[in-house]
Each structure stands twice: as C-alpha cells, then as structure tokens.
C-alpha cells in the first residue's frame, strides 16, 4: 500500500519525508515517520496524523462499514423477477 502526495499538497517544514521526494511514499515509510500532516482533498485541510497505523486501521473499519452499508442497500433494491420473465 503506498501514498501519494500532489506537490501543492506538500508541508515541507512540517513533513520532512515529503520536502526530500514529493510523490508516493510506502507504507513502511509512513509507519517509521508515525505522525505527520495530510492533505485532504475532500475536505481542502490539513489534517494531523497522530499515529499512521492507528489512523489506517480506522479507515479500513469506515471502509468495510460503507462496503457492508452498501451491500445491504443493494440487497433490499433487489427484486423478484417479474412473472412474465421467469
């Protein structure tokens, strides 16, 4: 799993891995760094990243919660096919 970075999103002097290499950094690079600050696009901030690990756990837990939401959305629109086509 990598990460990128557009290079207007970078804060040099906050993030240091990102003055050196604007782009995708790795997983591993985020984890070792532990906090820094993110862009995000969505919401046009900065956002502080506490703790790499702890905050891509919660993603991963909103994303399986949204996936699961959806597939349960899907099923109710489901229905029985109409007599004339079975």
């Known amino acids: 799993m990598g990460f990128c970075l557009p290079e207007e999103a970078v804060l040099p ?3 240091h891995v990102a003055a ?3 782009g995708c950094t790795t997983d591993a690079e985020l984890t070792e760094i532990k906090s820094f ?3 995000d696009p969505v ?3 900065w956002d502080y990243i506490r703790d790499w690990e702890e905050h891509k756990r919660e993603a991963m837990r909103k994303f399986e919660q949204r996936w699961r939401t959806a ?3 899907a099923k109710q629109k489901l229905r ?4 004339w086509i079975q």
């Open 37 to 39: 600050w993110m862009w």
């Open 80 to 83: 029985p096919l109409p007599r």
């Open 71 to 73: 597939l349960v959305e």
């Open 20 to 22: 050196d290499r604007v």
């Open 43 to 45: 919401k046009e901030k």
């Open 13 to 15: 002097r906050v993030w």
